[in-house]
């Protein structure tokens, strides 16, 4: 029967029966040169962002799980791009896991606005909440209780 190995029964090889010290590929410290890395300066984008909203300006396609089933990520991943975006004003919540593209998610697909143009501190369409309600009710609301307390 014939065994494997050099006889010092470490398994490293080397013969003497000492551990030796294995460094990592290069492979493995090599920096991420992807050309569908994220290259912007806008922290908050993903690489997944275009093709969420590419399947969003579709027809048949309105939840995190149908991005999901096309395999562009997980479908909890695809629901937190989806809010993300929301949050962005690039689609509009309608209703729980049911999202549809906006005018301006539009344009970043035609090319007319860049996604790192927006800027990590944007955070929607002024007057629109993540839910897709007008904000001006909170503002009321918000108005109201102030002008009480002063009171």
């Known amino acids: ?25 290069d492979a493995a410290n090599a920096t991420d040169t992807d050309d569908t890395a994220d290259n912007t300066d806008a922290d908050w984008i ?4 275009e093709t969420v909203l590419e399947y969003m300006g579709r027809e048949e ?3 995190p799980d149908q991005i ?4 562009v990520c997980r479908g909890p991943h695809a629901a937190y791009r989806c809010r ?3 949050k962005r004003g690039l689609l509009t919540k309608h209703m729980p896991g049911v999202y549809d593209i906006t005018d301006l998610g539009e344009q ?3 090319g007319e606005v860049e996604l ?3 800027g990590d501190d944007d955070e929607g369409v002024e007057g629109t909440t993540e839910d897709g309600a ?18």
């Open 61 to 63: 396609y309105f939840s």
């Open 134 to 151: 007008d904000g001006a009710d909170r503002e009321d609301e918000s108005d109201t209780s102030g002008a009480d307390s002063a009171e």
């Open 46 to 49: 993903d690489p997944v962002d």
């Open 84 to 86: 993300e975006l929301t």
């Open 1 to 25: 029967m014939t065994v494997a190995g050099d006889g010092d029964g470490d398994g490293t090889g080397n013969g003497d029966g000492n551990r030796t010290e294995t460094k990592p590929t």
């Open 108 to 110: 970043v697909l035609a």
């Open 116 to 118: 790192a143009e927006l």
């Open 68 to 71: 999901a089933a096309e395999d």
